[in-house]
């Protein structure tokens, strides 16, 4: 096989992991890499089916090897928060948390939030209006969907930029933004102020309790089981961070494949049906969740190779939704592909709880922006991509407007 860059944050790589991966998928899609110390799974059928392989375990939730004892101390608190989030369990944790989380953000839910995503989207918009040139990362993927989570947890609106700072400094852990060097440091303290924050609506909830999910999370019960304090703040910091930033690329990065492929944003004009379309497009072409990382419970052989107890292993969705064993010309943007079975959401028991939502606000956020901006474009020559392996965001997103 031919020589394989072992490091997953070089430029090259971040810039335009496609390639990188497509290398892999065709000399050995079930990879072992030295240097992040894993095995990397880039073929649609691996990464499909190491979703769904009880023999991989999203138990994730661990310090790092290099991190010394004292910091592994100071850091258990943060730790034992993420560890109760829905994403980094397995049965029958999983099951029981996923099942009260269901009784509360249920469809009705969701849809209830419709006209307040519209309304919202139609203030950000005739507020950037008001300018020839904006950074719409920052004006408008990234604000949408706070304003949406917030509405939707009960968070007072003047308190919508204390929930996206805590979002953005959990982001440097969870997603391992390696070129921060204080990422535990900020996150740690970020998380602390958010669950202390968290306590006193919840406090306030149980005995005043609102239309609204926080209310529900502490209200849903199953067999006289409920959620404890804890695991309503962890659900609503995962709530937080999942609903934020995932979306928040969603958006930005269908603005910036459209701009990419003027056909195909001339097509959407055309036939504005087609959004449904557009954003599956959007997920499996370039979409926000690169990679996610499992971890393997027991030995087992999978290609030949011997996978052991303790691995890690990275399920490359970047790589899967491109595979030209499932997708045909899977390289081009096609509005218009389907059926599309991307695996942009995950795959079974962890297929993530928050897509209803995230393709709702995608749908609406994309639509009404090219149909107030049909001549929109992207002032940068290149655009800089924020140096992680697991999701895929832009660092900024420079656009002219008329």
Known sequence: MQ???????DPLVVVDPYSYYETLRKHDPVYWNS?????????????????????????????SKG??????????????????????????????????????????????????IEETTDYLLNDMSKNREVNVLQSYASILPIMVISDLLGVPKEDRNLI?????????????????????????????????????IIKDRRVNPKEDLISALVEASEDQDKLSDDEVISTCTLLVFGGHETTTNLIANGLLAFNNHPEQLQLLKN?????????????????PSKAMVRVAKEDFILNDKEIKIGDKVLLVQASANRDPAVFERPNEFDITRSPNHHLGFGRGIHYCLGAPLALQEGRIALGKFI??????????????????????????LNISLY
């Open 3 to 9: 020589t394989i860059n072992n490091d997953l944050l």
């Open 35 to 63: 240097q992040w110390g894993g095995w990397i799974f880039t073929s649609y059928e691996e990464v499909k089916n190491g979703f769904q392989d009880i023999r991989l375990s999203a138990e994730r939730v661990r310090p």
């Open 67 to 116: 991190m010394g004892k004292e910091k592994q101390q100071e850091m258990s608190s943060t730790y034992t928060i993420l560890s109760n989030w829905l994403v980094f369990n397995d049965p029958p944790k999983h099951t029981r948390l996923r099942m009260l989380m269901n009784k509360a953000f249920t469809p009705k839910a969701v849809n209830k939030l419709l006209p307040k």
């Open 164 to 200: 996206k700072k805590w979002s953005d400094d959990l982001m440097l852990l969870v997603f391992g933004a390696a070129e921060v060097e204080n990422r535990h440091e900020v996150a740690k303290n970020s998380l602390s102020e958010m669950v202390d924050y968290l306590k006193v």
């Open 271 to 287: 036939k504005p049906e087609l959004i449904n379309t557009a954003v599956d497009e959007i997920l499996r072409y370039d979409g």
């Open 371 to 396: 149909e107030k901006f049909p001549s929109y474009r992207v002032l940068d020559q290149k655009v800089e991509w924020q140096p992680t392996f697991v999701n895929r965001g832009l660092k900024y």
